[in-house]
């Protein structure tokens, strides 16, 4: 087995650097290496590189042999010529970047604005920049809370990438401070608007549950029967579309009482009713109407808005209530279903 360094100690011989500042390494595994897990091989032979790490490369479609992609890291290694991509390292701070944004209420301690689908609040795996925190930071002009650490000033609480909608954050630390308290206490007002799958079984009630990671998948979130965080989720069905003996999709309220990672999509998923449009826990394809409204109304995300976040200001003491309506996708969509 040939065994390259990684990083600054990386030879020229087995390293090709790309004018990106990226570079790629190259592994060559003989038939004796086949036969185990492909991360397990290849981070053997790339010391310098975690196994997360690595599996997280591959994801991104950063691994081939012999030219052929390769992303499943559980697969058997085989005999050939691996190439592993390694992006250009990325900024430790995020940069301002001039991203307009929507802004519902500002004052020298916090903003409140109204997230577009498809902005991610922080950077992330393949998310370098274009995020909520690189247009806070033009925003704000460098008044944020450093509370949330380098990569997330002001960050209180968050919203999915592709879930639209009412957010906060802190541009003082003691507005930081504050907030977290007020969310950890569960005494903030969230309502979200989900277009769902179908509808739940009670026209209301209470989703109380265990959510952690799932076991079969840890990129996913799921019900736990054990483990996990205990996560609460009231819902109102305000509408319902086609049959009424069985509907086809359904307007639903949902109110957090706790706010746990993905909540609302696994609460809803549980139920058998899950976000339209959600690539992760939509299992099932809807009726052929609702997919041919889906298609019309140009919907490419989970159909889900935060609506509704009501505070009491940590600072003045001034209580607050935000609104707004779901984008044009999730209108138009609701506008279809109504013909159902």
Do not use: W
Not at 76 to 89: C, D, F, H, S, T
Not at 193 to 202: D, H, K, S
């Amino acid at each position: 087995m040939t065994g390259p360094l990684a990083g600054d100690d990386i030879p020229d011989d087995i390293a090709e650097f790309d004018d990106d500042g990226g570079h790629t390494l190259e592994v060559v595994l003989l038939p004796q290496d086949a036969g185990e897990r492909l991360d397990k091989v290849l981070s053997a032979q790339l010391p310098d590189l975690s196994r997360g790490r690595l599996q997280a490369l591959m994801a991104e479609g950063a691994l081939t042999r012999d030219g052929q992609l390769l992303s499943n890291a559980s697969a058997k290694a085989q005999p050939g010529v691996y190439r592993l991509r390694i992006p250009a390292p990325t900024a430790a701070e995020p940069e301002a970047q001039d991203i307009p944004l929507e802004v519902l209420f500002e004052d020298e301690h916090l903003i409140v604005i109204d997230k577009a689908a498809g902005m991610a609040v922080h950077h992330g795996p393949g998310i370098p920049d274009g995020t909520l925190v690189n247009a806070l930071l033009h925003h704000c002009a460098g008044s944020l809370s450093g509370v949330g650490g380098v990569a997330r000033p002001g960050i209180v609480h968050r919203l999915d990438k592709d879930t639209s909608g009412v957010m906060v954050a802190a541009k003082t630390d003691q507005a930081h401070a504050g907030l977290s308290a007020l969310f950890a206490a569960h005494d903030i007002e969230r309502r979200y608007i989900a277009l769902t799958r179908g509808a739940p079984g009670a026209p209301h009630g209470v989703i109380q549950t265990q959510i952690g990671r799932s076991a079969h998948d840890r990129k996913k979130m799921a019900v736990l029967r054990s483990g996990g965080r205990e996560a609460i989720t009231r819902y109102r069905v305000q509408k319902t579309f086609g049959p009424q003996e069985k509907p086809l999709a359904a307007r639903v309220v949902c109110q957090l009482e706790t706010g746990r990672t993905l909540q609302i999509l696994v609460h809803l998923a549980s139920k058998g009713c899950p976000c339209l449009g959600d690539p992760v826990y939509g299992s099932g394809p809807p009726a052929g109407v609702v997919r041919e409204a889906i298609e019309a109304s140009d919907l490419r995300r989970q159909a889900l808005h935060a609506a509704v976040l009501g505070f009491v200001h940590p600072v003045t003491g001034e209580a607050l209530r935000f609104e707004t309506a779901p984008p044009l996708d999730m209108r138009t969509l609701e506008g279809l279903l109504a013909r159902l």
